[in-house]
């Protein structure tokens, strides 16, 4: 995996059309029969389960949605991914399954990311690439599933890029949640890329490390200028994630990435799409994303808890708490995840799971059905 960009981070998957069932392998697949035992152990068998990938057409965009829990009273817990364009749905089954036990979790494809990118013409999309595309597009899926599951409102859990989505919505429409939660936060991405770099080239001078210091010295006045793109993005973060900015005390984030090679809900031939997928994603998007910023959003008419890690120069999660410390919402708490960086539901699962329970699923009771 060549390219780890901010909230992109895999760049692995596509598929031409949902399908009801796990996906099927190629004869000389070497992960084929790994997936077909993951499939098996994760399958949800309980009565009033639900199992589920389909379609849906949300602002104009064909797009995917997968649907697991093993208990459809379950309260909703809409997971929005990260990126631009890094999907979850192939990496969930490492560490979703005990999540829902106690949530229907909905895992998205986000137009022109994973499964949806080639269910859409590239050319009619890339000008639909907008931030308030994406929030309006989360926002009508909200919708789709209360009317679906027969719910009256759902928990939104954003990561990374997803956190923008995520936040954006709460503040908009803060009727339709039980809570928002967000992990890795981004507040501000001109301030997210100044902090991130400032770190980097503090930890490459400490560790003597000379060609970072002049790659991400170079970069100026990134990310200041009119300039605003993601190989700029790429080029100090290369570094950044040497020194653990995304996986605490790792060199590289490989073991989540190839998480992706045995998830029953993707083909070799979606994890190709989805490097397509990401790149066409990202780079369209990531120019729009330049002066993004939620520092003036002071109140939020619905539960905000953040779900920060530690080590997290990715999304630095210093910008993410001072924030919190000023807003005000009808309840607001930040839990810190110590040994983890930018993916507390990989490096820390038990913890995760645990805040979950803790922390969001009370502010669910009362919601079984409309």
Known sequence: MRRTVLLTLPLLAALPAAAQTPATAKPDDPYAPGREIIADIGRIVAPNGVQETFELTLGGARQVVNVRGADRDNPILL???????????????????????????????????????????????????????????????????????????????????????GLAVAAKRPDLLHAYVGMGQVIDWRANERAGMAWTLAQAKKRGDTEAVKGVEALAPYPDGDRFTIQQADEWRKYAIRYGSLAAYRADANFYHRATRLSPEYTPADRKAWIDGSLFTVTNLWPRLADVSFMKLRRVETPVILFLGRHDTTTDSG?????????????????????????????????????LLRDVLPLTRGDTKK
Do not use: C
Not at 109 to 131: M, V
Not at 329 to 345: D, G, I, Y
């Open 319 to 355: 910008l993410a708490a001072q924030w919190a410390g000023r807003l005000s919402a009808p309840r607001k708490q930040v839990v810190w995840f110590e040994h983890s960086a930018h993916l507390p539901m990989i490096e820390e699962p038990g913890r995760t799971f645990a805040a």
């Open 79 to 165: 997971f929005i991914h990260g990126g631009p364009g890094a999907v979850e749905m192939p990496i969930a089954w490492t560490f979703q399954r005990p999540w829902e036990d106690y949530f229907t979790v909905v895992q998205w494809d986000q137009r022109g990311a994973g499964r949806s990118y080639p269910l859409n013409d590239p050319a009619r999309l890339a000008p639909t690439l907008t931030f308030d595309r994406y929030v309006d597009d989360a926002i009508e899926l909200i919708d789709e599933l209360r009317k679906r599951y027969g719910k009256r409102k759902v928990v939104v859990l954003g990561h990374s890029w997803g956190t923008a989505v």
